[in-house]
T-cell receptor
Framework: DGGITQSPKYLFRKEGQNVTLSCEQN?????MYWYRQDPGQGLRLIYY???????QKGDIAEGYSVSREKKESFPLTVTSAQKNPTAFYLC?????????????FGPGTRLTVL | GQNIDQPTEMTATEGAIVQINCTYQ??????LFWYQQHAGEAPTFLSY????GLEEKGRFSSFLSRSKGYSYLLLKELQMKDSASYLC??????????FGAGTTVTVRA
């Protein structure tokens, strides 16, 4: 089955710890994205990557880091510098970044920092 | 920055029609998307508009007016399973997606 997987579905961490969220896709998509969703707010873009070994900051990149060493994988690290890390994190991918290229989302990881 | 507005909540009866409006002001425009998101789940793609007019796909239709910065999603013959949040998203001049906060639709029997 082709798709996007994120693990784990729920993650709990203590304040001050870094945590890495995984995102894998087998759709052969070039572009991948990380969003954060908070109650009552739209999805906000954290980082995106249009091609392997390259990525750009989104609107709220502070306190986060990413890597894109393989086409299939785009892990997100939430560092201790992120002030309010508790949120629902969504990974997405698309064939490319042209106008009609639809983004498809993974099931999400709900991170709770205690 | 980008500004995308849609109503927070709407309620309708099973079998009825509901129209969800979305207005936007973005730096550049390269298409408008509608997604459906059930609580605690990932958004799923519903429709894409880049030219003015109506796109129909089964019970769901989406309309776009670029000159007015306006779109709507029309849900016909509402079913209980249509209770969800509907997200309007605009692809800007840099080809990034900006999302509205979402409209929660509640379908009542």
């Amino acid at each position: 089955d082709g798709g996007i997987t994120q693990s784990p579905k729920y993650l709990f961490r203590k304040e001050g710890q870094n945590v890495t969220l995984s995102c894998e896709q087998n759709l052969n998509h070039d572009a991948m994205y990380w969003y954060r969703q908070d109650p009552g707010q739209g999805l906000r873009l954290i980082y995106y990557s249009q091609i392997v070994n390259d990525f750009q900051k989104g609107d709220i990149a502070e306190g986060y880091s990413v890597s894109r060493e393989k086409k299939e994988s785009f892990p997100l690290t939430v560092t201790s510098a992120q002030k309010n890390p508790t949120a629902f994190y969504l990974c997405a991918s698309s064939p490319g970044t042209s106008g009609s290229d639809t983004q498809y989302f993974g099931p999400g990881t709900r991170l709770t920092v205690l | 920055g980008q500004n995308i507005d849609q109503p927070t909540e709407m309620t309708a009866t099973e079998g009825a029609i509901v129209q969800i409006n979305c207005t936007y002001q973005t730096s550049g425009f390269n298409g408008l998307f509608w997604y459906q998101q059930h609580a605690g789940e990932a958004p799923t793609f519903l429709s894409y508009n880049v030219l003015d007019g109506l796109e129909e796909k089964g019970r769901f239709s989406s309309f776009l007016s670029r000159s007015k910065g306006y779109s709507y999603l029309l849900l016909k013959e509402l079913q209980m399973k249509d209770s969800a949040s509907y997200l309007c998203a605009v692809r800007d001049g840099d080809y990034k997606l900006s999302f509205g906060a979402g409209t929660t639709v509640t379908v009542r029997a």
